[in-house]
């Protein structure tokens, strides 16, 4: 756990790449060739050559968590603790989408000392996936350009400076937009208040 604390930051870029990348043949390709070990070259492979089941509706799936939707059975299957469901004659809609899915196995093992099973991911996705798990709370999309991102804290509502500038920017003109005329009656107001009282004060001396 504490190796997978310490990969974090990487882990957490490549998710938010992933969560926000094309999702056509063009997207894959960019997306592998930033991050060739986030899947198995293998699954990357099944992508490229258009096969199912394949990891191909991994973004999508990965979307609905994502934006606060339902996680089950999903997230157990690209976590890798479930496996996606058979096909079949009879089911769901949900089920047919699903069937597209692979299953990554996930491993756990038993630590003895905590007593408890550690979950341990079978690639950067399910690791990346996991530890968003833990801190659900951090997988945000951006109130400006609509990115989804990975907070650093509770507060945060963008997902770059920049954007966090920009609705400022856009806020400041908004209420100048609204209020800016009667402020600068306020203002002028007040100047004429000033300079009659500076004028009285002249003329008692």
């Known amino acids: 756990m504490r190796a997978l604390r310490r990969d974090r930051p ?4 490549a998710l938010a790449e992933f969560a926000n990348m094309r999702r056509d043949a063009q997207g894959w390709a ?9 899947f198995p070259e293998s699954e990357y492979e099944r992508v490229e050559q258009g096969q199912k089941p394949s990891i191909a509706d991994y973004p999508y799936w990965l979307n609905q968590i994502w934006i606060g939707g339902a ?4 997230l157990r299957i690209l976590l890798g603790v479930d496996a996606a469901p058979e096909p079949a004659e009879e089911g769901t809609p949900e089920d047919a989408w699903l ?3 692979v299953t990554i196995p996930a491993g756990f093992y038993a630590d003895w000392d905590e007593g408890v099973f550690r979950y341990e991911g079978a690639c950067d996705f399910q690791r990346a996936l996991y530890l968003l798990f833990l801190d659900s709370w951090r997988a945000r999309t ?10 650093r804290r509770a ?8 954007c ?14 609204e209020h800016g005329k009667a402020w ?5 107001k007040a100047k004429l208040r000033k300079e009659g009282a500076k004028h009285v004060t002249r003329k008692t001396r």
């Open 10 to 13: 990487k882990l957490f870029r």
């Open 30 to 38: 960019q997306f592998r060739k930033r991050w060739p070990h986030f």
């Open 71 to 74: 996680t089950e059975p999903h």
């Open 99 to 101: 069937v597209g899915l």
């Open 142 to 151: 951006c109130e400006k350009c609509g990115a989804k991102f990975i907070a």
């Open 155 to 162: 507060a945060q509502k963008f997902c770059t400076t920049d």
């Open 164 to 177: 966090s500038e920009a609705m400022q920017r856009e806020f400041r003109l908004r209420w100048w937009r």
């Open 184 to 188: 600068r009656g306020e203002r002028r």
